[in-house]
């Protein structure tokens, strides 16, 4: 790619144009973090039954809630944080549910009683077996 004043001059093949009526500054997010989250949807596997936890709903994880509840209609959301600020915003982008994690390094390792307990309370919250646990967060 080359810059060249207030253009830059790309491959066609790896470029978009951003539609008429769409501010550039508000779709910029969309070309990175956007395509980023929607391919982490995308590969996971998870179909419309399933269940799809987003754990970190901040700044990547809030675009994976939703892409899941958009490009897997009919699988249950589930948006996990230690911040009720960011759960309250999983709820407004479309997670079904929303669950407190206190101890988040350890929902990913089955040999630790907390991450077991904290799998247990995804499953009987939504009621089912988690498919897709897609991690958007560095804790």
Avoid: N, W
Wanted: proline share 4%.
């Amino acid at each position: 790619m080359k810059i060249e004043g207030e253009f830059a001059v790309a491959d066609a093949r790896f470029a978009v144009s951003v539609p008429r009526g769409i501010d550039p500054l508000e779709a910029a997010p969309l070309s990175c973090a956007g395509v980023t989250t929607y391919k982490a949807v995308k590969v996971s596997g998870a179909r419309s039954s399933d269940l799809v936890a987003i754990v970190g709903v901040g700044g990547l994880g809030h675009l994976g809630v939703q892409y899941a509840a958009i490009a897997i209609a009919g699988a249950t959301v589930i948006g996990v944080d230690v911040q009720e600020d960011k759960l309250d915003a999983a709820k407004r982008l479309s997670a079904t549910y929303t669950v407190t994690c206190t101890r988040p390094a350890a929902l990913g390792d089955h040999r630790d009683p907390a991450a077991r307990s904290g799998q247990r309370g995804l499953r009987r919250r939504a009621g089912g077996r988690v498919t897709a646990r897609l991690v958007f967060t560095t804790f």
